[in-house]
């Protein structure tokens, strides 16, 4: 079923570790499944090879671009260098209208900076930042911004990004009212580092402000819909989660595999257990988005698979429904 | 059995959430259950109160002190103003000589504080940290250092923090060369905030330093041993971890006892899970250390209860007999 307002994403098919075999079958997927048209960036030859009969479907075009930026270049260096990069293609698709968004797996500093080179900053957007949503089992997850955009960060940019996460949160997830929690060392107001306790101050004014909160207030529901942090603290909070999750994980499969009759107990734990933990799937709750410049990108995590890339289009698809650019240029002017 | 080299340790018997009933009953553990003389501070009727009969059992000491440094006072001003706090006299207790180590509870910044002021700093160590033993399940723990203690930190203060995760490392968990991590948000070089691109250069010349790691290197081994951080990342850091871990160990809880099935199975796989899961209590793998003052300061989770305070006696015992202090002294002197 085809809408009258189908959007088009524009899909870094060379981005990801699993790429571009991945990103295609991700890509033929979403044409298939959502309501969604597709163009895929980078070399037509390697695309083609992964397209099933040879043949493009309905719904999916392939532009072809013939540079690649690696997973360990230099972002903004390689940006600025290769003009005819799958990234750099896709963001200025989003620029000049051939897409309403942008997905890329592949080096996030690259995707940064072909977003910002290409559709330029949202006026009064200093610093763009990464969204990303926090699981919440049993809730709606929790926003973290700054999750790696930014790392040296200005206490105004903070500010920003906490405007920017409250209209995020709203929008994606139907929170009226987002609580917005700066994320420290301890809760009592005075904590934190000399960044933190700056922002503090400018957070107050803020609607919705609700305080300090912790590492330890990530993940359960209460305390905050929206954290604010920089990007270097925040990448820091992410994968230091991703890796507790994994550990655990990985003890409680070893566990159910340890014995003979724990072997038999997991023929019926084993799937409800697999079913429960899709709350923390990155590939179900989707990929962060960037926000601060002027389209939508939405950067899927490296090791993306088919799935994953489905599911970004869903979340890039949200966002330009619901009018996540316009509404953040709105509310950042009001902000004055 | 009393040897002769038995270690006297200083317990803050007012701080902590289950302060001062949990606190109490540990005491007696530690003196029953290990080789360790216990001198309780605190209020002595509120001890006594807690002691079974009325009677100290033999190798434990109360040594009555009148006030009281709550979790929410501030922590320098609290511990100048009050010289009879519990946590305080604690700290005397060490410098004077009438005990080898202090365990609190209790507010953090209190007990850094009166640590920090009762017993000194390491000559060349210009700031302390909290180094904690983060769980690697099938690996020796990984030590974070700084976890909390020093929230705006100079370059110089990460090298020596590096120094004495090292040391520390060595000691307490037998690595004889320990790899040490700077905590980035990226491993490759020149991934970092100003911070950490400038603490990077003065590691290349340190022993055993292996480059940046990640969040997600933690509670896996392979990267590093030690992961050397400014105390406010390594707070969100260890609070993220916890909250992941407490999320994800909820859900397979309430898994397991979602169906008539699952509650059956549970039967063989709940005590395997729980008896694999103690590599992650806090209260086994015991608590974090205070390096960089003249004397041996553990610090226990807030939440504490007798276990918990039995194993941090473990730790002060270690630290105290393998001359964790005078370790740190002769390291920090040679490298100058």
Redesign the interface.
């Known amino acids: 079923m085809v809408s009258a307002d189908r959007i088009t994403v524009a899909i870094d098919a060379m981005g990801g570790d699993h790429a571009p075999a991945e990103i295609v079958a991700g890509a033929l997927a979403t044409a298939a499944e959502i309501d969604v048209a597709v163009r895929l960036y980078g070399r037509v030859e390697d695309i083609m090879a992964h397209v099933p009969g040879g043949t493009l479907p309905a719904g999916v075009e392939v532009v072809d671009c013939r540079e690649v930026i690696a997973m360990?270049d230099?972002p903004a260096a390689a940006v600025r260098r290769m003009k005819d990069a799958s990234v750099v293609r896709a963001a200025q698709a989003v620029r000049d209208g051939e897409a309403e968004a942008m997905i890329s797996a592949g080096n996030t500093g690259a995707a940064m900076a072909a977003a910002l080179l290409r559709m330029g900053r949202i006026r009064g957007i200093s610093r763009p930042a990464i969204a990303v949503p926090v699981p919440?089992?049993g809730s709606h997850p929790q926003i973290l911004i700054d999750a790696?955009a930014t790392?040296?960060a200005a206490p105004e940019w903070l500010v920003q990004f906490a405007r920017m996460g409250r209209v995020y949160a709203r929008v994606r997830f139907g929170i009226d009212e987002p609580a917005i929690g700066l994320?420290?060392?301890?809760e009592?107001e005075?904590k934190?580092?000399?960044l933190?306790k700056t922002v503090f101050e400018l957070l107050r004014k803020e609607p919705g402000f609700v305080g300090n909160v912790?590492?330890?207030?990530?993940?359960?529901p209460g305390r905050a819909d929206v954290f604010v942090?920089?990007?270097?603290?925040g990448?820091?909070?992410?994968?230091?989660?991703?890796?507790?999750?994994?550990?655990?994980?990985?003890?409680?499969f070893?566990?159910?595999d340890?014995?003979e009759?724990?072997r038999?107990?997991?023929t019926?734990?084993l799937p409800?257990?697999l079913d429960?933990?899709q709350?923390?799937d990155p590939d179900l709750t989707g990929g962060a988005v960037l926000l601060g410049v002027k389209g939508v990108c939405v950067i899927s995590h490296g090791s993306s698979t088919a799935p994953a890339v489905v599911s970004a289009a869903r979340v890039a698809r949200e966002c330009v429904t619901a009018g996540v650019v316009q509404q953040l240029r709105e509310t950042v002017t009001d902000a004055g």
Chains 1, 2 share one sequence.
């Open positions: 360990d230099e919440v089992p790696g790392v040296d994320l420290s060392n301890g009592e005075g934190g580092d000399t933190r912790e590492g330890s207030d990530l993940m359960r942090t920089d990007g270097f603290t990448n820091i909070a992410l994968k230091s989660i991703e890796s507790a999750l994994r550990s655990l994980a990985t003890l409680v070893t566990t159910l340890s014995t009759e724990a038999e107990a997991s019926v734990i409800l257990l429960a933990a709350a923390y």
